[in-house]
């Protein structure tokens, strides 16, 4: 190479690395099971610290040298799929029958509450090779009768801000099962379950919600009632609660005793399949 070609080459080089954008953004997390791995990458979009947010992420799961799964997160019915606010997550388990994991994604899209955004991609039959559903802040992945197969746990986010501020919502416990390679609410098959989750939220309500703000409690531990099949007690309870507890009202800037609590709390109980 002649002098005059290294001084052009050294001037270019220096030129795209002025250019270029720090490849430092660049991030990645796998998890490892077996002889299987997973891997999401994603570059850093904007903020700092806990308010980062981070954009592009794309999923390649392998199974020793060999590419089971890459692509992106699938796209539900949020817009800002591909976006995570904080680092996205990996949890795995064995979600169906055949002995292979199953790698969760979980990643926060941005919103202020209740808004953690799970995928399954599951590694077996093609079919069910990425699954979207939808958990709250906060979900798990448990073996909830022992059989060899993960549930996942969350409570249900439709019930967030429900009659209540968003401190003060209930929500009653909610367990999806990816068994058959779709998103399905199993919950009722646990009435242990529920029944403990239901004497948390009566304390809960005893312990306070009973004369202030408790409007979501009472909605939550009544969705637990009817899922136990006492509805006629559900109701009751609503009644009794209308007449001890306040609400945000219509407006939504003040609280009091909504004379339609019980009744709208029933309609919203029916309308998510509950009651
Ligand atoms: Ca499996
Ligand atoms: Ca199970």
Redesign the pocket.
Request: proline share 0%; hydrophobic share 45%.
């Given at each position: 190479m002649s002098r005059r070609h290294f001084t052009v080459l050294l001037t270019l080089t220096v030129a795209i690395a002025v250019i270029a954008p720090a490849t430092s953004e660049a991030r990645s997390s796998s998890i490892k099971r077996g002889k299987w791995k997973a891997t999401v990458t994603y570059q850093k979009k904007s903020g700092s610290g806990i308010y980062t947010m981070y954009k592009r992420l794309r999923v390649t799961i392998k199974r020793g040298r060999s590419t089971i799964v890459r692509r992106r997160p699938p796209t539900v019915a949020f817009r800002d799929h591909l976006v995570s606010a904080g680092r996205p997550k990996w949890k795995v388990a064995n979600l169906d029958a055949d002995a292979s994991p199953e790698f969760i994604l979980a990643w926060m899209n941005g919103c202020a509450h209740s808004c953690t955004r799970a995928n399954a991609f599951g590694v077996g039959a093609p079919r069910s090779s990425t699954v979207p559903i939808h958990l709250p802040d906060g979900f798990f992945v448990e073996?909830?009768?022992g059989?060899g197969?993960?549930?996942l746990v969350a409570g249900d986010s439709r019930f967030s801000y429900q009659f209540a501020s968003y401190a003060s919502s209930g929500y009653p416990i909610l367990i999806n099962s990816l068994a058959g390679g779709s998103v399905v609410d199993v919950t009722r098959n646990f009435p242990a379950r529920i029944e403990a989750d239901a004497a948390e939220l009566l304390e809960r309500w005893n312990n306070g919600a009973k004369w202030s703000d408790g409007g979501g409690v009472a909605l939550a531990y009544a969705a637990d009632l009817c899922r136990l099949g006492r509805r006629a007690e559900a109701m009751v309870f609503l009644d009794d609660a209308e007449n001890s507890t306040s609400v945000p009202l219509v407006d939504n800037l003040d609280y009091g005793y909504d004379p339609e609590y019980a009744e709208q709390a029933e309609a919203f109980l029916v309308s998510v399949g509950y009651c």
């Open positions: 073996d909830v009768d059989n197969v993960a549930e």
